[in-house]
């Protein structure tokens, strides 16, 4: 069974600072997702990783993808305020039907 | 463009009444899902279809039932609700595997069980 894991569930971070979000899972995979979820929101999507090396960047947020160390990492480069919210990793399995499983969730708060 | 549409966006119910959730998508997708989201839990998945007139159970199916008569739209039932359901119900869809452009979802359904 897939499993994903999130760290760390909840950060709290003053603007300008850097951080990493983890994001790891049992099982072999065929892409990665990250979504954002502002509170009492929907999720919208922020990057989708297809490939081992995979590396995507929007703004102050670069997403990466590790598939032989199963890990993908959500850099945020000099917080903004606006960044806050909860995001999400999600995984496919491996052949057949593509389910997607997500990790917890990561709140992150950021301190102006 | 609408994307996905969930009605009702909240709703109270008392143990035992039974409700339906109704998700329409106007982007032609084939796959259809729908989520719970429970603090500290993420979302876990209750039922999908990958077509019309397809159901499957997801990770937590029971209490829950699930229609697709059009291929646009994806019901989630709860015959006789519990406090336990107390929950916020997202539905997705996405052409025939999340592939590179993932899920769209809608809004939620806020529902409490008192």
């Given at each position: 069974e897939l499993k994903v894991e999130q760290n760390p569930l909840f950060l709290s971070m003053q603007e300008g600072k850097n951080y990493t979000i983890?994001?790891?899972?049992?099982?072999?995979?065929d892409r990665l997702y990250w979504y954002r979820q502002d509170p009492g929101k929907?999720?919208?999507?922020?990057?989708?990783?297809?490939?081992?090396?995979?590396?995507?960047?929007?703004?102050?947020?670069?997403?990466s993808l590790d598939t032989k160390a199963r890990l993908s990492t959500l850099h945020i480069t000099a917080a903004v305020h606006d960044l806050s919210a909860t995001y999400?990793?999600?995984?496919?399995?491996?052949g057949g039907y593509q389910k997607v499983t997500f990790g917890t969730g990561t709140k992150l708060q950021v301190i102006p | 463009n609408a994307g996905v549409t969930q009605t009702?966006?909240?709703?109270?119910?008392?143990?035992?009444?039974?409700?339906?959730?109704l998700c329409a998508q106007d982007m032609n997708h084939e796959y259809m899902y729908w989520y719970r989201q429970d603090p500290g839990m993420g979302l876990r998945l209750i039922h999908y279809s990958v077509g019309e007139?397809?159901?499957?159970?997801?990770?937590?199916?029971?209490?829950?039932?699930?229609?697709?008569?059009?291929?646009?739209?994806?019901?989630?039932?709860?015959?006789?609700a519990a406090p336990s359901q107390t929950s916020v119900?997202?539905?997705?869809?996405?052409?025939?595997?999340?592939?590179?452009?993932?899920?769209?979802?809608?809004?939620?359904?806020?529902?409490?069980?008192?």
């Open positions: 983890y994001c790891n899972y049992s099982t072999t995979s929907s999720l919208e999507s922020l990057f989708v990783l297809l490939s081992n090396g995979a590396v995507k960047q929007e703004g102050r947020l670069m997403a999400f990793c999600a995984v496919t399995n491996s | 009702p966006k909240f709703r109270v119910l008392k143990t035992g009444q039974s409700m339906t959730l007139g397809t159901t499957a159970k997801g990770e937590v199916p029971d209490g829950y039932n699930v229609s697709r008569l059009k291929k646009q739209n994806f019901l989630l039932g709860l015959e006789s119900y997202f539905c997705a869809s996405s052409h025939r595997a999340p592939g590179s452009y993932g899920y769209t979802f809608g809004s939620g359904t806020r529902l409490t069980v008192v």
